[in-house]
């Protein structure tokens, strides 16, 4: 497998043996992360009607809250192919650590939705290499559908800082800064679980 490259300078790499971690409990894992998805279409739903007085971010929105949902849909339909049912809503401690620290609105969180992308995308491609490295059988659709996510994840991330950056400008890219040393501090201090966060 090629080299991870995030998608944003994640300032806390995580740590090997987090992939194997995650995988103990594949249905947990697969619940959870199909809330996530939920949770990712909502949040660009109600960041589009913060930006509704900007024609691209309406649009951009509108396709990255797409894109979510089918995430989320097939999150779902994976569930139902195991024969696992979704898991109540467990939370996510690392979002809400990090949405505990936002004070700037608009421009904080868009960029706490750039810097989720960001690291579910690095997580993602860790569980894509562990099971590249340890292939189970039946795996590979489960291979495809994680790159498939790993990319748009990335895009995502992209998107979230380009519309911070085109609403904010220098102040985007100075809270940025700041705001990828709190992520490494929050990533750290979380224990694993199975969940991509
Ligand atoms: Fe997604
Ligand atoms: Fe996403």
């Known amino acids: 497998m090629a080299d991870f490259r995030p998608p944003l300078p994640l ?3 995580t740590p090997e043996g987090w ?7 594949p249905a947990a894992l697969l619940s959870d992360h199909a809330h996530c998805e939920k949770k990712a279409a ?3 739903l109600n960041l589009s009607q913060s930006l509704a007085d900007m024609p691209r971010a309406s649009v951009l929105l509108a396709r990255i809250a797409e894109e979510e949902l089918n995430h989320f849909r097939r999150g779902l339909e994976a569930l139902q192919g195991f024969g696992w049912t979704l898991r109540p809503d467990g939370g996510n401690a690392y979002a809400k650590a990090l949405h505990q620290q936002a004070t700037k609105g608009l421009l904080d969180r868009l960029l706490i939705a750039a810097l989720i992308e960001a690291r579910s995308c690095e997580r993602l491609w860790l569980l894509e290499r562990a099971w590249t490295l340890n292939p189970a059988p039946g795996s590979a659709p489960w291979l495809a559908f994680l790159l498939e996510l790993e990319r748009c ?5 992209l998107g979230y800082r380009s519309l911070a950056e085109e609403r904010f400008g220098a102040q985007a890219r100075a809270r940025l800064d700041w705001w990828l040393d709190r992520e490494a501090e929050v990533i750290l201090t979380l224990p694993w679980r199975s969940a991509v966060h």
């Open 153 to 157: 994840e990335a895009g995502h991330a």
């Open 19 to 25: 992939a194997a971690a995650a995988l103990e409990d």
């Open 42 to 44: 909502l949040s660009a």
């Open 11 to 13: 300032r806390a790499p």
